[in-house]
């Protein structure tokens, strides 16, 4: 019988194991801010996170590109139950953003619970026990930072001892997945031939090899995300020294200015953490002001008519804004052929500067084979449509020098939760699940049936393209923390969605998605995949999720409660019934006695002393036969 606290169950037997009441995969922000509210909400600390990188801070910790910065203001991208009034910048750098994570961790003093390099590689339910069964891989140090794709080829070349330095079976309550969504790098393009030739250095931009030396090498860049607008101008600057980089773009994405600070950059880093620290109230104030202008960016996500109105308006500002930024050869590639917000939007303060960078070039010519020290790139292009009447965009061959390839391509989106894997009841993979009802989906982005106690973080469908990842994941952590508080008090020992609740949900998803500019804006993005199931966004706006995941609709959910619920519930309706009984007695016997309105609540405290003392009499009774029977 497992208590209420991390223990070790049957001592030093075979099937011995480590018993958690909350076991949380993943610690980046996430899993952070779960472990925090679990303390700070609840009350409760016995619980472990586990993650298979080196250290804490998720996509932040693994990605150390040149440039690497967050893109939205970060009074906004920090908890709202943990504000950061110190940063150095309006846009702090990575480094900054893991140092607040870690010291947020240290504040909540959570960092012992928090377990590194132990890879969660798969998740079993336990009917009978009501237990979730948690196979562990305790990795070698660092390895953990590998793509899975690369810790497996490793592992097919020189063994998984070499990668893996044991196995651990633990056993949970509840399992909460905080795997975030970008965690596995594109692979290299299959189609292209040649790699196994290449000379060069050839790695991604979410794995950045800074062994690699670029000073003065040719560079190739796979790409044009949000990852390579923040690197690729710093690529010719001290300390990296390129000699050229060559930028290839599959199609040109919508670049927007990026936010600056009231008062200017200089400004704001001189001023602000003085301001915010000792104003009361002003940091706040900033945080729901830009709150309600990313609310209000949500104008430009729908289908109706004042939708597209206000789309190709800001269509045509960032237009202005490019033409003025870049070189007029690039104008015609850069100037999309989609809706603005069908894809990511780039917030951008130096590539399009950069682009005027004579070391840097731009071409849409598409990747065709890699030699011992040079790419191939065309005949044709990927953008604009060949077919394109007068474009002057190139379509001609050509071979360019190349010492080292950077994939900013993205990634692996199309698995949610990959590697993991999850069995339910039954044993149900939760990934054959999701096969066989049309892709990845949960209930509020947050549970499936079939899976009791299991809590996804950021699950399907609760990322935008206009709010803060960390809003939607606190309003997430909020929302389960309603039902993992019962189970925690041991009043329920199980919750679990309700199917029709959850299809429910989902067809209402993929029907509003239909008419968001994700699916209908005329771009290819990993929003949706080639059957155009929408797996990824909130088709809604964010404040619609927050007040979804403020009052939550019970009625959607099995409990399964335990005798000491029971017996709560029992108690809590039996008194309703007696409160609602003495309220009917108390007002007819008051009118019995010709008492006013006014005199009621007197005449009801009568009685329910009344009634009180008559209780607290029959319990003194009770207790003293009690007493007397054990004697």
Same mark, same amino acid.
């Given at each position: 019988?497992?208590?209420?606290?991390?223990?070790?169950?049957?001592?030093?037997?075979?099937?011995?194991?480590?018993?958690?009441? !909350?076991?949380?995969?993943?610690?980046?922000?996430?899993?952070?801010?779960?472990?925090?509210?679990?303390?700070?909400?609840?009350?409760?600390?016995?619980? *472990?996170?586990?993650? *298979?990188?080196?250290?804490?801070?998720?996509?932040?910790?693994?990605?150390?590109?040149?440039?690497?910065?967050?893109?939205?203001?970060?009074?906004?991208?920090?908890?709202?139950?943990?504000?950061?009034?110190?940063?150095?910048?309006?846009?702090?750098?990575?480094?900054?953003?893991?140092?607040?994570?870690?010291?947020?961790?240290?504040?909540?003093?959570?960092?012992?619970?928090?377990?590194?390099?132990?890879? !969660?590689?798969?998740?079993?339910?336990?009917?009978?026990? %009501?237990?979730?069964?948690?196979?562990?891989?305790?990795?070698?140090?660092?390895?953990?930072?590998?793509?899975?794709?690369?810790?497996?080829?490793?592992?097919?070349?020189?063994?998984?001892?070499?990668?893996?330095?044991?196995?651990?079976?633990?056993?949970?309550?509840?399992?909460?997945?905080?795997?975030?969504?970008? !965690?596995?790098?594109?692979?290299?393009?299959?189609?292209?031939?040649?790699?196994?030739?290449?000379?060069?250095?050839?790695?991604? @931009?979410?794995?950045?090899?800074?062994?690699?030396?670029?000073?003065?090498?040719?560079?190739?860049?796979?790409? &044009?995300?949000?990852? $390579?607008?923040?690197?690729?101008?710093?690529?010719?600057?001290?300390?990296?020294?390129?000699?050229?980089?060559?930028?290839?773009?599959?199609?040109?994405?919508?670049?927007?200015?990026?936010?600056?600070?009231?008062?200017?950059?200089?400004?704001?880093?001189?001023?602000?953490?003085?301001?915010?620290?000792?104003?009361?109230?002003? $940091?706040?104030?900033?945080?729901?002001? /830009?709150?309600?202008?990313?609310?209000?960016?949500?104008?430009?996500?729908?289908?109706?008519?004042?939708?597209?109105?206000?789309?190709?308006?800001?269509?045509?500002? /960032?237009?202005?804004?490019?033409?003025?930024?870049?070189?007029?050869?690039?104008?015609?590639?850069?100037?999309?052929?989609?809706?603005?917000?069908?894809?990511?939007?780039?917030?951008?303060?130096?590539?399009?500067?950069?682009?005027?960078?004579?070391?840097?070039?731009?071409?849409?010519?598409?990747?065709?084979?890699?030699?011992?020290?040079?790419?191939?790139?065309?005949?044709? *292009?990927?953008?604009?449509?060949? @077919?394109?009447?007068?474009?002057?965009?190139?379509?001609?061959?050509?071979?360019?020098?190349?010492?080292?390839?950077?994939?900013?391509?993205?990634?692996?989106?199309?698995?949610?939760?990959?590697?993991?894997?999850?069995?339910?009841? %039954?044993?149900?993979?939760?990934?054959? !699940?999701?096969?066989?009802?049309?892709?990845?989906?949960?209930?509020?982005?947050?549970?499936?049936?079939?899976?009791?106690?299991?809590?996804?973080?950021?699950?399907?469908?609760?990322?935008?393209?206009?709010?803060?990842?960390?809003?939607?994941?606190?309003?997430?952590?909020?929302?389960?923390?309603?039902?993992?508080?019962?189970?925690?008090?041991?009043?329920?020992?199980?919750?679990?969605?309700?199917?029709?609740?959850?299809?429910?949900?989902?067809?209402?998803?993929?029907?509003?998605?239909?008419?968001?500019?994700? +699916?209908?804006?005329?771009?290819?993005?990993?929003?949706?995949?080639?059957?155009?199931?929408? @797996?990824?966004?909130?088709?809604?706006?964010? &404040?619609?999720?927050?007040?979804?995941?403020?009052?939550? *609709?019970?009625?959607?959910?099995?409990?399964?409660?335990?005798?000491?619920?029971?017996?709560?519930?029992?108690?809590?309706?039996?008194? +309703?019934?007696?409160?609602?009984?003495?309220?009917?007695?108390?007002?007819?016997?008051?009118?019995?006695?010709?008492?006013?309105?006014?005199?009621?609540?007197?005449?009801?405290?009568?009685?329910?002393?009344?009634?009180?003392?008559?209780?607290?009499?029959?319990?003194?009774?009770?207790?003293?036969?009690?007493?007397?029977?054990?004697?």
């Amino acid at each position: 019988m497992p208590y209420e606290s991390i223990a070790k169950e049957n001592g030093y037997d075979e099937d011995s194991y480590t018993y958690y009441p !909350v076991l949380i995969v993943g610690a980046g922000e996430s899993g952070i801010a779960l472990g925090c509210r679990l303390k700070e909400k609840l009350g409760f600390d016995q619980f *472990r996170i586990f993650d *298979r990188q080196a250290g804490i801070g998720g996509t932040w910790w693994i990605n150390r590109y040149p440039g690497v910065a967050c893109d939205v203001p970060a009074f906004f991208y920090s908890f709202s139950f943990s504000p950061n009034n110190r940063w150095t910048s309006f846009h702090p750098p990575g480094p900054e953003i893991v140092k607040y994570l870690e010291d947020v961790c240290e504040k909540y003093k959570i960092v012992d619970k928090i377990q590194l390099n132990t890879d !969660v590689s798969e998740a079993r339910w336990l009917e009978e026990e %009501g237990l979730w069964e948690v196979t562990l891989q305790h990795v070698r140090p660092g390895l953990g930072d590998w793509g899975a794709k690369d810790r497996q080829n490793y592992i097919d070349e020189h063994g998984a001892d070499q990668v893996y330095l044991k196995k651990e079976i633990v056993r949970a309550k509840i399992l909460a997945s905080a795997v975030g969504g970008l !965690v596995e790098p594109k692979a290299w393009p299959n189609e292209i031939p040649g790699r196994d030739k290449f000379q060069g250095d050839i790695f991604h @931009s979410a794995r950045w090899n800074y062994d690699v030396d670029l000073s003065g090498k040719d560079v190739v860049v796979v790409g &044009t995300g949000c990852s $390579a607008a923040q690197f690729v101008p710093r690529l010719t600057k001290a300390p990296h020294n390129a000699k050229s980089v060559t930028q290839l773009m599959r199609s040109p994405p919508w670049v927007v200015p990026r936010p600056q600070p009231p008062g200017g950059p200089e400004q704001w880093a001189r001023w602000s953490p003085a301001l915010l620290s000792n104003i009361p109230g002003l $940091a706040l104030l900033l945080r729901f002001g /830009l709150f309600l202008v990313s609310e209000y960016d949500w104008r430009l996500f729908g289908d109706e008519e004042h939708n597209r109105k206000a789309r190709a308006k800001l269509e045509v500002e /960032l237009l202005d804004h490019m033409k003025e930024n870049v070189p007029e050869k690039y104008h015609e590639m850069l100037t999309p052929d989609y809706d603005v917000c069908c894809k990511r939007r780039i917030f951008d303060a130096t590539w399009f500067p950069g682009l005027n960078d004579p070391r840097i070039e731009l071409t849409t010519l598409p990747l065709t084979s890699v030699d011992e020290r040079s790419v191939t790139l065309g005949p044709g *292009r990927t953008y604009p449509d060949q @077919s394109k009447a007068g474009s002057k965009v190139p379509t001609e061959q050509v071979k360019k020098p190349a010492d080292a390839i950077i994939l900013a391509n993205g990634f692996d989106v199309s698995e949610w939760l990959h590697p993991l894997r999850i069995r339910g009841r %039954g044993g149900k993979l939760l990934h054959d !699940v999701w096969r066989e009802r049309g892709g990845a989906q949960a209930y509020l982005g947050t549970a499936m049936d079939g899976f009791p106690n299991m809590f996804i973080i950021f699950g399907p469908n609760t990322a935008t393209g206009h709010s803060s990842v960390i809003l939607a994941t606190e309003n997430m952590i909020e929302y389960g923390l309603k039902f993992m508080g019962p189970i925690l008090k041991g009043d329920v020992a199980q919750v679990e969605v309700k199917r029709e609740a959850e299809m429910s949900w989902t067809k209402k998803i993929q029907e509003k998605s239909q008419h968001t500019v994700y +699916m209908m804006g005329g771009c290819r993005n990993w929003y949706k995949d080639a059957n155009n199931w929408n @797996s990824t966004v909130y088709p809604w706006s964010q &404040t619609n999720f927050m007040f979804k995941c403020m009052f939550p *609709r019970y009625r959607d959910w099995d409990f399964k409660y335990t005798a000491k619920g029971i017996l709560k519930q029992k108690v809590r309706r039996g008194l +309703m019934f007696l409160c609602v009984t003495l309220a009917i007695v108390g007002v007819f016997r008051a009118r019995q006695a010709g008492s006013g309105v006014l005199e009621m609540p007197g005449v009801l405290r009568m009685y329910t002393k009344q009634f009180l003392a008559g209780v607290l009499s029959q319990g003194v009774q009770g207790l003293q036969y009690l007493r007397a029977q054990l004697a």
